[in-house]
C-alpha cells in the first residue's frame, strides 16, 4: 500500500513516508532477484546523480546547510547576549533598530542570535534524537527481519501498534511522566521516532536475507553477525540515509511542536518552537519581529526537508527499479 | 469476507492491547514521585505506603496490569492526580472534552474529503494545465506547513488584520454530545472558521494529492478506455466510471488520515483555545496528570484504530466485485 | 499553619496576582455609613472569571489547609457566610463595622477578657447571627484546631482562650494571658466565622476521615440524623484537642468525631458535606442554603460554573443588585482572554505585557488588545502580601550551609534587581518587596524600616570576597583555611539549588535574570522547576517531622525553595510568628534565631510596634531569614458597564454585592 497519510502537525513525516517508503520496498521483498554483494557505492552514486537533477531539492539542501552554518558558526561573527538574562534586561521588547537588527524579545535578548541561539538547540537535539531513534529502529528491525517467524510477527505488531498512536500524544504522554529537560527531550524524540525506520529497515533485511548471497555464506558456515554486519547492513546505507533525513527532520519538527504547546525547551535556553510561541502572544500587541524572522526561517526549513524528502524518494525509487 | 473483517479485528485488539500496556506501564516510572505529588507537604513515608496500597500501586506488574486491563473493561480509567481535580474519576474528567473533539475533527475530515474530491478530479482531468501546476503547489504547501504555523497565519491574516473571524473559540458550555455540533453550525459559526479551515487545509494536502493520483490511475484503466472508445465523453466517463473507482481507497485514506488529524487537532485546539481532548492532553501534561494524559492516549488511540477498521470495512463494502458476489 | 504561603495559588502566580478577587472587588459607596443604595430591583448579571483552573471545592469555613484558599475563602464562602468581622472595603484594609456581624470587640481586665456584642443579624431560615452562632464556631475549633488552618499552636485561639460563654448577643471570651488587642483582632477574631445552628448535625454513616485533612476515597452524601448540640456546649467541658490529633478519638462529643463508635459528631457531618466529590449537591442541600450573606448558591457544578443569586434576607448594609452572578472557571489565561474579548465576562483578567505600562506603582494603565479598549477598564492594586523564597537553613544536602551565613543571603539579596525586573519584566505591575511588610497598600505599619540590600552586584561580590570566596567565575571556591563560616569547609564549590514553580513565562524570565545576577557575583544557581504543588511539598516534606531514612536531619535536600507568597488574610496583622518564629508551621526551612523570636513575642503579647526601631520587622529585614521577591500586582478587567466600582482590594475583601450596572 503505497499511500501517503495526509499530514497535519508538526509529525507529517513520521508515519506517512515510512508507510511511503515501506510500500516502495514492499515488491522487492517478495521477489528477490539478484544474487550478487551489492556495491552500494554505485547505487549510492547513482541517487546522488538522479537527486542532485532536482533543482529545488539542491536548493533546499544548501538552505539546511547554511541554516547549520548560520547557527554554529553565525554566532562567531554576530556577537550579541544570549546569556545574560540580567544584562538584557533593559532591553526587554526592543523594536528593530541600533545594535538590535531584529529587535529583542520580551526577556530583552537579541532576536536575530536568538535564532542563532535557539536553532544549535533545535539541531542539535534534532540529529542527537535522530542519532539514536535510528540506531533503536535499524537495530530492532534488522533484528526481526532476519530472524523472521514469530518473532517478527509479534516485534511487528508491537510496531504497528506504537505506530497508531498519534505521534504527539505518545510524546506528551511520555513527558507527562518523565518531565523535560534538554537531555530528556532527546532521549522521549529518539525513542519515539523509531518505529517508522524499524518497519522499514525489517523489510530491507527480510528480502536480504533471502538472497542467494546470504544463504551462500550461510551455507559456508557464516555466522549470523557476520551475515548481519557484512552482508545485510552494508546493502542497507542507502535507505538508511533516505531514513535519517526523514528522522532528523522529523525531530525538529515535533520539538517545535513541543516548544510551541509550551514543553519545549526550558529557559534560559530555548528552541524555535519556543520563541514561536512566545511571539505568536506578544505580537497580539504589535511586537512583529518576534513572530516573523523566527517563522520565516522555521517555515524555510520544513519545507526544504519536504523538498529533500521528494527528491530523496524518487532517488529511492529509482535505485529500486534499477536493482 | 467475514473472515477478512474478522482477522482485521482480531489485528484492531492487539494493537489495542498493546497500547493498554504502553499507557499502564509509562506511569509506573516514578510512583513514588505521584503520592508525593499528590500527598503534597508533611508526607511521611507511612503515608506515601498508604496512598500506593490505595491506588493498588504497590502490588506486582503484572498484577497490576491486570486490574488496569480489568478496570478498562468495566469503563474505569482511574483517577485524576491533578489536584484541582483530585480522585474524580478520570472518565468524568475527560467526558466534557470528548464529543468537542470527535465533531470538530468528523466535520473537517467530511469538508477536506468533499473538497480534496473536487480538486483533485479537476487536476486529474485538466492534467498539466496551469490549475493543475498551482494547485500540485498549493497542496504541496499545504502539506509542508506545520499545523501551529498555519494556524498562527490564518489568526495573523483573517483574525487580527482583517477583522473577519473570531481567533477564539468560547467552547467552555457544554450540555450534551451533540452541543458542540450545534455550536459549529448554529449558536457560533464564525468562531469555528479559522480552526476548521485550519484542520481542512492540513488534511487537504494529502487527500488531494492522492485523489490526483488516485483518478490518474483510473483514466487508463481498461473499462475506462473502453468507455471512452465506446463515445463516451470525458467528463461521463468522469463521473460515472472514475470517480467511482477512485473513491474506493479515500474511504481507507480517511481511516489512515486519523492520526495526523488527532495530532493536527492537538495544536489546533491549544492554538484556538478550544476545550478538546487535544487541549486536556497538553494541559494535563503540564500538570502532570499522569491517569488523564495515558486515558487521552488511549482513547484517541482506540478511536484510531476504530477508524481504520470502519475504513476497511467501508472498503470492502464499496468495493464493486463484492458489492456485485453480494447481491447476485 | 499551612495558609498564605502553600496554599493561595492565586497568589503564587504572582504576576496576575490575586486576579479574581482583584477583578470582582469593588469598593463601597463611601465611608462607613450605612447608607442603602436605592436600586430595589436587581438587574443584570454579573460574569466574573475565576483563576486559570481554579475552582472553589469547599463550603465550610472551618476548613484544613487544602480548602484554605482565596477561591474558597475569599470569592465563595464568604458571599454566603459572613465572618464576624470583615476586613477591607476598596483600598482600606481595616475592619469594617458596618459590613461585621458584631460591633466591636471590648477589652478589659488588662487585656485577658475579650466581649464581643452581636448585631442581631438574621440567617436566611430566619434564626439570629448570635453569640452561640459564634460559639459553635469555638467549640468545633477547641476540639479540633488542627482541623482549622489558622490555627497557630500557643497562640491565640483556641490555645489562650480559657472559657468562652454566650448569652443572647453577647459572647465573653476569658483568656489565659494579656493579649494585644490589635494582633488578637486582625489575627484571630477576623478568622471566625459565625456558623448556623442547622448546621449542628451528626451523622451515623460518615466514614473516618483521615488525618492529613485533604484526601478522600471514600464517597457519598451523609444526611443527619440528629442534633449533635455542639453550638450550646459548655467551651470548658470540651476536650482541646491540641496539635497532634487531627480529630478526637477518645470520648464522644458533640463537635468531634469518634472512631471507636458509630456516633460521629457535628465536625465531621459538616466535613464531609463540605465537599463537592462527597455532597455533589451544594444548590441542593438545604444546610448549605442557610446563608447570613448578600448572596446564595442557585448551582454549583465541581469542575465548571458557580451561580450566585441575592439572599433578600440579608440584614446588612448593602443588598445584591443583580440578578445573578456567576464564577465562570477558566483554563488558562488565553481562554480567559479570548472570552473577554468575545464580550462573555463582566470582569476577568489580561497579561500585564497586553496592557501599557504601569504609570506608577498601583496604578493601572489602559489596555493594548484592541478588542477590550473602550469596552473594559485596567485595574491592577498592591495587595497586603509579600513574596519570598525559603533557605533550608538545615539541608540535607552534604556540606551546603551556605543558607546559614548571613554574608551568603546578603549578597543573594544584592543580586535581585527587584525595580528593573518590575518595570521590563513585569511591565511595571509590580510592588518591590524587601521584608514581611509591604509598602503598598499604604499602611501604618511600614514606616521607618530601612532596606540595607538595594541591588548591587559590586557589593555582593565584595562580600563574597571578604568570606574568603576566590575565581574567576561562578561557582567560586572558599579557598579560606578554616573554612568560609560554620559548616562551610575550604574548597566548598559556591553553588545552591534552587526550586520554583513554573507556569508563568514572566516568573522563567524573572528567574533567568536573578540567576545571571548571581553569576556575575560569582554563586552558581541551578533553577528547576516544578508545578507549585510539587514544589510545596518538596520544600515541606519533612519538616518539623523526625528524621526519616536517607533524610539524617529530616528536612530534605533542597537549599532555596519558591512557591509563593503570603497574604496577610485572614490573620490581617503583619506579626511574624507563623513565619519566623522557631518552630512555627510554616517555616519549613527551620530558620531558627532566639533574638526574633523575643521580637515577636514583644509584638503579640504586648503593645511593641511591628516596626519600632529594632523591632520584629526591621530585624527580619536586615536577618533575610527568607529571599524577598517582588509582588506582582496584577492587571485585571472590569467592564465599562458596571457602577458602584472602588479600588482594588489589597486583603482579596470581594464585595460584588455593591457592583450594578
Redesign the interface.
Same mark, same amino acid.
Request: glycine share 8%.
Given at each position: 500500500m503505497a499511500m501517503e497519510t495526509p499530514g497535519a502537525g508538526g509529525l507529517q513525516l513520521n508515519t506517512a513516508d515510512a508507510d511511503k517508503l515501506v510500500g516502495a520496498v514492499a515488491p522487492t521483498s517478495q521477489g528477490p532477484s539478484g544474487g550478487e554483494v551489492a556495491g552500494s557505492g554505485t547505487m549510492l552514486r547513482q541517487m546522488l546523480r538522479i537527486f542532485m537533477k532536482n533543482k529545488l531539492a539542491v536548493a533546499s539542501v544548501a538552505y539546511v546547510i547554511s541554516l547549520t552554518l548560520f547557527c554554529f558558526v553565525g554566532p562567531y561573527l554576530y556577537h550579541s547576549n544570549q546569556l545574560d538574562a540580567n544584562a538584557s534586561l533593559l532591553y526587554t521588547n526592543n523594536p528593530p533598530g541600533a545594535g538590535f537588527p531584529l529587535g529583542a524579545d520580551s526577556s530583552g535578548f537579541d532576536i536575530l542570535g536568538r535564532i542563532m541561539f535557539a536553532g544549535q538547540a533545535s539541531l542539535e537535539l534534532g540529529f542527537l534524537s535522530a542519532f539514536i531513534g535510528l540506531t533503536i529502529g535499524i537495530a530492532y528491525g534488522v533484528f526481526a527481519g532476519y530472524r523472521g517467524g514469530v518473532l517478527d510477527t509479534v516485534m511487528m505488531r508491537i510496531v504497528d501498534a506504537m505506530l497508531s498512536i498519534p505521534g504527539l500524544f505518545l510524546l506528551l504522554a511520555v513527558i507527562s511522566v518523565c518531565g523535560r529537560s534538554k537531555l530528556i527531550l532527546i532521549l522521549i524524540l529518539g525513542c519515539t521516532g523509531w518505529f517508522g525506520t524499524a518497519r522499514l529497515l525489517r523489510s530491507e533485511a527480510l528480502s536480504l536475507r533471502d538472497r542467494e548471497f546470504a544463504q551462500a555464506v550461510r551455507a559456508m558456515g557464516g555466522s549470523s553477525s557476520r551475515i548481519i554486519w557484512r552482508h545485510i547492513l552494508p546493502n542497507t546505507v542507502s535507505t538508511m540515509m533516505t531514513v535519517a533525513t526523514f528522522a532528523i527532520a522529523d525531530s525538529i519538527l515535533a520539538l517545535t511542536a513541543l516548544g510551541y504547546l509550551g514543553v519545549g525547551i526550558p529557559i534560559p535556553q530555548t528552541d524555535w518552537g519556543t520563541m514561536i510561541q512566545q511571539g505568536s502572544v506578544n505580537f497580539q500587541i504589535g511586537y512583529w519581529w518576534q513572530l516573523y524572522p523566527v517563522c520565516i526561517v522555521f517555515l524555510l526549513l520544513v519545507i526544504s526537508f519536504n523538498y529533500i524528502g521528494d527528491a530523496l524518494r524518487d532517488a529511492f525509487e529509482v535505485r529500486l527499479r534499477e536493482r | 469476507m467475514p473472515s477478512y473483517l474478522l482477522r482485521r479485528l482480531g489485528q484492531g485488539i492487539i494493537v489495542i492491547l498493546v497500547v493498554t500496556f504502553v499507557t499502564f506501564w509509562l506511569p509506573t516510572w516514578e510512583p513514588g514521585n505521584i503520592a508525593k505529588a499528590v500527598l503534597g507537604n508533611h508526607t511521611t513515608p507511612a503515608e506515601i505506603h498508604a496512598f500506593l496500597h490505595d491506588h493498588g500501586l504497590d502490588k506486582g506488574f503484572f498484577a497490576q496490569y491486570f486490574d488496569y486491563m480489568k478496570n478498562l473493561l468495566h469503563g474505569n480509567l482511574g483517577t485524576s492526580l491533578n489536584p484541582q481535580t483530585l480522585d474524580e474519576p478520570v472518565t468524568q474528567v475527560i467526558a466534557p472534552y470528548v464529543p468537542r473533539t470527535f465533531w470538530l475533527v468528523l466535520v473537517s475530515l467530511m469538508i477536506s474529503v468533499v473538497l480534496s474530491i473536487v480538486i483533485g478530479m479537476f487536476q486529474g482531468l485538466r492534467r498539466n494545465t496551469w490549475f493543475d501546476h498551482a494547485m500540485t503547489f498549493i497542496v504541496f504547501l499545504a502539506y509542508s506547513i506545520p499545523a501551529f504555523v498555519f494556524s498562527l497565519f490564518t489568526i495573523i491574516f483573517f483574525g487580527l488584520t482583517l477583522n473577519w473571524f473570531p481567533v477564539s473559540v468560547d467552547s467552555q458550555s457544554n450540555t450534551g454530545f451533540f452541543y458542540p455540533l450545534m455550536n459549529m453550525f448554529w449558536y457560533h459559526p464564525s468562531q469555528f472558521v479559522l480552526p476548521v479551515m485550519t484542520l481542512v487545509v492540513l488534511g487537504l494536502g494529502g487527500l488531494t494529492r492522492f485523489m490526483r493520483g488516485s483518478i490518474l490511475d483510473t483514466m487508463v484503466q481498461d473499462y475506462i478506455r473502453t468507455a471512452r472508445a465506446k463515445g463516451c465523453s470525458s467528463r461521463r466517463v468522469l463521473f460515472k466510471h472514475a470517480f467511482r473507482n477512485a473513491l474506493t481507497p479515500i474511504i481507507t485514506i480517511m481511516g489512515l488520515a486519523l492520526p495526523g488529524l488527532f495530532g493536527g487537532a492537538l495544536i489546533t485546539e491549544q492554538v484556538f483555545n478550544y476545550l478538546g481532548l487535544g487541549w486536556l492532553t497538553v494541559s494535563s501534561t503540564s500538570s502532570r496528570d499522569v491517569p488523564v494524559v495515558m486515558a487521552l492516549t488511549l482513547i484517541v488511540t482506540v478511536l484510531t484504530v476504530l477508524g481504520n477498521i470502519l475504513a476497511d470495512v467501508g472498503l470492502a463494502l464499496s468495493d464493486p466485485r463484492i458489492r456485485l458476489t453480494g447481491t447476485r | 499553619m499551612?495558609k498564605g504561603g502553600?496554599f493561595r495559588r492565586i497568589v503564587s502566580s504572582g504576576v496576575i496576582a490575586g486576579s479574581l478577587t482583584v477583578a470582582l472587588t469593588a469598593g463601597a459607596v463611601s465611608g462607613a455609613s450605612s447608607t442603602k443604595v436605592s436600586h430595589t430591583t436587581p438587574s443584570g448579571h454579573l460574569r466574573a472569571a475565576m483563576g486559570p483552573? $481554579?475552582?472553589p471545592n469547599y463550603m465550610n469555613p472551618f476548613s484544613s489547609?487544602?480548602y484554605f484558599t482565596v477561591t474558597n475563602m475569599n470569592d465563595f464562602q464568604s458571599y454566603m457566610y459572613r465572618p464576624l468581622y470583615w476586613v477591607g472595603k476598596g483600598a482600606d484594609i481595616t475592619v469594617q463595622y458596618p459590613l461585621s456581624l458584631a460591633n466591636a470587640p471590648v477589652f478589659s481586665n488588662n487585656n485577658k477578657t475579650v466581649t464581643i456584642t452581636m448585631k442581631g443579624w438574621k440567617f436566611s431560615d430566619g434564626t439570629t447571627v448570635d453569640a452561640n452562632s459564634v460559639q459553635f464556631f469555638l467549640n468545633l475549633y477547641r476540639v479540633m484546631p488542627a482541623r482549622y488552618a489558622g490555627y497557630v499552636p500557643g497562640f491565640g485561639i483556641p490555645d489562650q482562650v480559657s472559657n468562652v460563654t454566650s448569652t443572647g448577643n453577647t459572647l465573653t471570651m476569658q483568656l489565659t494571658d494579656s493579649v494585644n488587642p490589635n494582633w488578637f483582632l486582625y489575627n484571630f477574631l477576623t478568622e471566625i466565622t459565625p456558623l448556623p445552628e442547622a448546621w449542628d448535625k451528626i451523622s451515623t454513616n460518615v466514614p473516618t476521615p483521615d488525618n492529613?485533612g485533604?484526601?478522600?476515597?471514600s464517597g457519598g452524601y451523609y444526611s443527619p440524623t440528629s442534633n449533635a448540640g455542639c453550638a450550646n456546649a459548655d467551651y470548658q467541658s470540651l476536650p482541646n484537642g491540641g496539635n497532634a490529633a487531627g480529630y478526637v478519638t477518645a470520648t464522644a462529643n458533640p463537635c468531634g468525631y469518634k472512631v471507636s463508635s458509630k456516633y460521629h459528631g457535628a465536625y465531621a457531618y459538616i466535613y464531609y458535606n463540605a465537599i463537592p466529590?462527597q455532597d455533589g449537591s451544594f444548590d441542593s442541600n438545604p444546610m448549605w442554603g442557610v446563608v447570613d450573606g448578600p448572596w446564595k448558591l442557585k448551582s454549583f457544578d465541581?469542575?465548571?460554573?458557580v451561580v450566585f443569586v441575592p439572599n433578600s434576607a440579608y440584614s446588612g448594609p448593602q443588598k445584591a443588585q443583580v440578578q445573578d452572578l456567576t464564577l465562570?472557571?477558566e483554563?488558562?489565561v488565553?481562554?480567559e482572554t479570548?472570552?473577554l !474579548?468575545?464580550g462573555?465576562l463582566t470582569s476577568g483578567y489580561v497579561?500585564p #505585557?497586553?496592557v501599557t505600562p504601569a504609570p506608577k506603582p498601583g496604578a493601572a494603565g489602559t489596555n493594548?488588545?484592541s478588542q477590550l479598549k473602550g469596552k473594559f477598564v485596567v485595574r491592577t492594586g498592591g495587595s497586603w502580601a509579600f513574596y519570598y523564597a525559603y533557605y533550608n537553613f538545615n539541608s540535607a544536602s552534604s556540606g551546603t550551609h551556605l543558607p546559614n551565613q548571613l554574608y551568603f543571603r546578603q549578597a543573594m539579596q544584592y543580586g535581585i534587581?527587584q525595580v528593573?525586573?518590575i518595570k521590563?519584566?513585569y511591565n511595571g505591575y509590580g510592588i518591590p518587596g524587601y521584608g514581611p511588610i509591604p509598602t503598598l497598600p499604604a499602611n501604618a505599619f511600614s514606616g521607618g524600616l530601612v532596606n540595607h540590600y538595594a541591588y548591587s552586584i559590586a557589593k555582593g561580590k565584595t562580600l563574597l570576597r571578604t568570606a574568603g570566596w576566590t575565581g574567576t567565575s561562578a561557582p567560586l571556591t572558599c579557598t579560606k583555611t578554616g573554612g568560609c563560616g560554620a559548616g562551610v569547609p575550604k574548597g566548598t564549590k559556591l553553588e545552591i539549588s534552587y526550586e520554583y514553580t513554573?507556569?508563568s513565562?514572566t516568573q522563567?524570565?524573572t528567574m533567568?535574570? !536573578?540567576?545571571?545576577?548571581w553569576? #556575575?557575583e560569582g554563586i552558581k544557581v541551578d533553577l528547576t522547576?516544578?508545578?507549585p $504543588?510539587?514544589v510545596?511539598?518538596?520544600c515541606?516534606?519533612g519538616?518539623?517531622?523526625a528524621p526519616?531514612?536517607g533524610n539524617p536531619d529530616g528536612n530534605g535536600a533542597w537549599q532555596i525553595c519558591q512557591y509563593g507568597g503570603w497574604l496577610y488574610a485572614p490573620d490581617y496583622y503583619p506579626s511574624g510568628e507563623l513565619l519566623f518564629e522557631t518552630g512555627a508551621l510554616s517555616n519549613?526551612g527551620e530558620y531558627s534565631d532566639s533574638k526574633m523570636d523575643s521580637l515577636i513575642a514583644a509584638t503579640t503579647t504586648g503593645t511593641a510596634k511591628l516596626n519600632a526601631k529594632n523591632g520584629y520587622a526591621q530585624y527580619a529585614m536586615d536577618q533575610l531569614p527568607y529571599m524577598y521577591q517582588m509582588t506582582g500586582t496584577g492587571t485585571s478587567e472590569l467592564s465599562t458597564k458596571l457602577k458602584g466600582v472602588l479600588p482594588v482590594s489589597p486583603v482579596g475583601a470581594s464585595l460584588p454585592e455593591y457592583l450594578h450596572f
Open positions: - | - | 499551612q502553600m483552573t $481554579d475552582h489547609g487544602a492529613s485533604g484526601n478522600l476515597n466529590t465541581p469542575t465548571g460554573n465562570v472557571a483554563s488558562d488565553a481562554t479570548a472570552q !474579548e468575545a462573555t497579561l #505585557s497586553q493594548l488588545l534587581d528593573t525586573i521590563h519584566l513554573t507556569g513565562p522563567d524570565a533567568a535574570a !536573578e540567576k545571571a545576577a553569576a #556575575s522547576t516544578d508545578t $504543588d510539587n510545596a511539598s518538596l515541606t516534606a519538616a518539623g517531622s526519616t531514612t519549613p
